[in-house]
């Protein structure tokens, strides 16, 4: 996949999920495609229990599209297989993708942004490594890569425009 990737990790609580929010219509209105992949440990199933396509699922299909006018999704069973986010990632369409945003997925090799809260459990060294390319956070800290104030997502948007441009 040439669309490249860009990871936004951090503990839970940090708010990944609300920066994300506020970012990407601030990317689109940049002219940016992004398409976004997450990550979550919990058990899921977007399909509803009863419909068609979860009964066919269920009784075997390994892979189902659920497609309409509006959107079109495709469900995989994965026993026994790890998450490679390659995998994940070349199933996107890159024709119409700028960037691909990834929540999640903190030990995969590819570049990302740390967001680290003041008062959240675990230590910010943990999440710091070759692949960091810039720091969101509350705190002034003195770090190697960029550091953003994690409450401005014009600042960070603005940082992924400029780090886009820059590849």
Same mark, same amino acid.
């Given at each position: 996949?040439?669309?490249?990737?860009?990871? &936004?990790?951090?503990?839970?609580?940090?708010?990944?999920?609300?920066?994300?929010?506020? &970012?990407? #219509?601030?990317?689109?209105?940049?002219?940016?495609? #992004?398409? /976004?992949?997450?990550?979550?440990?919990? !058990?899921?199933?977007?399909?509803?229990?009863?419909?068609?396509?979860?009964?066919?699922?269920?009784?075997?299909?390994?892979?189902?599209?659920? %497609?309409? $006018?509006? +959107?079109?999704? =495709?469900?995989? $069973?994965? #026993?026994?297989? #790890? =998450?490679?986010? %390659?995998?994940?990632?070349?199933?996107?369409?890159?024709?119409? =993708?700028?960037?691909?945003?990834? $929540?999640?997925?903190? !030990?995969?090799?590819?570049? +990302?942004?740390?967001?680290?809260?003041?008062?959240?459990?675990?230590?910010?060294?943990? =999440? /710091?490594?070759?692949?960091?390319?810039?720091?969101?956070?509350?705190? %002034? /800290?003195?770090? !190697? &890569?960029?550091? /953003?104030?994690?409450?401005?997502? $014009?600042? &960070?948007?603005?940082?992924?425009?400029?780090?886009?441009?820059?590849?």
């Amino acid at each position: 996949m040439s669309v490249p990737l860009l990871a &936004v990790v951090g503990w839970s609580g940090t708010g990944k999920t609300t920066l994300l929010q506020q &970012v990407i #219509p601030l990317l689109r209105a940049q002219g940016i495609r #992004p398409g /976004l992949i997450k990550h979550t440990h919990h !058990q899921m199933d977007i399909d509803t229990a009863g419909k068609d396509s979860y009964l066919l699922r269920k009784a075997g299909a390994d892979q189902v599209i659920v %497609a309409s $006018e509006q +959107r079109w999704a =495709l469900m995989c $069973e994965t #026993p026994q297989q #790890p =998450l490679s986010l %390659a995998q994940l990632a070349s199933r996107m369409d890159a024709a119409s =993708l700028d960037l691909v945003l990834v $929540e999640g997925f903190k !030990q995969e090799p590819v570049p +990302r942004m740390v967001l680290w809260r003041r008062g959240v459990k675990g230590e910010i060294d943990e =999440l /710091l490594d070759d692949w960091v390319i810039a720091v969101a956070t509350d705190e %002034a /800290l003195a770090l !190697q &890569v960029p550091v /953003l104030d994690i409450n401005q997502p $014009e600042q &960070v948007a603005e940082y992924i425009v400029q780090w886009l441009k820059n590849r």
